[in-house]
């Protein structure tokens, strides 16, 4: 494989890329860039990619600068003559406005779709989507890989709970809570969130458990925590239920607004994430998930 695929390794996901490269014993091009004062980034990519080109690069913030950067590259690596540019895009920027909430409101991921194609983009990975919906905006071959798993088994084998039960802050992660929940052979509930779509305020809605928690240990599963709004309220409903410990997973920890620290002042014990981005939680690695599936797409001849 080596000589035949470059991993490029762009700079939001240096570490992942390593990784990546190293899992598929392919040659890892690292990316030369700049910031400058006025914060345009200037990049350069002395070194040529080849025919076959993965670019590793998650959009977490700075989201508009991570995300113009793997532009960048990618019109690069398909101006340079690269047939099959694979963009692996482990947390996807502008998931969350997959369409129009409040009247005149801008479908950003509808544009972001369009802009990977835009620069010549064949194929693109990304990990846990916010919504499927996202997903419908691309006419080019995406996939969507699960990081549930990966997370399911690092409680399994690290947290070491007795009893656990997985909940998930809003309906709209119920799947993901239930599929974790599964693996752990786990009891399971959904709270009920509302985000005022105005000032973006998170209510937790006061709600009777159908199980009785205490004295037991709760999994908060969420996709991604942001600002940690809805972990926080959802910690503050749950602990008057007298919980053992309260742990917080998710597969992107995006992190703004001191979140780790608001989420532990709230009686979380330890958050976890996936290293789809790279902060204090990242604990899970998705290298193996990532490498597995370029594997598979090269061995169905998929890149030649
Ligand atoms: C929303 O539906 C998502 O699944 C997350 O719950 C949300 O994006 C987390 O954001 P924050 O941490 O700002 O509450």
Redesign the pocket.
Known sequence: MRREISVVAGPSSVDLATKVASCLDADLLPVDFRIFKDGETKINMSKPVGKNCILIQSTYPPTDRHLLQALMMLKKSSDSGSANILAVVPYMAYS?QDREFLEGEVVSMAIVARLFECVGTTRLITVDI?SPTSLSYFSIDVRNLSAISLLAKYAITNLKTSHPVVVS??K??ANRAMEFARILQADMFTLSKRRDMRTTE?FVEKQKLNLDIAGRDVIIL??????????VKATEFLIEANPNNIYAMCTHAVMIDG?PEKIEAAGVKEIISTNSIPRASAKVDLSPLISREIASIIEQAAIR
């Open positions: 969350r916010h802050p809003d709209g992660g998170v969420d996709d991604m925590i942001s600002t940690g709004e809805s972990i979140a």
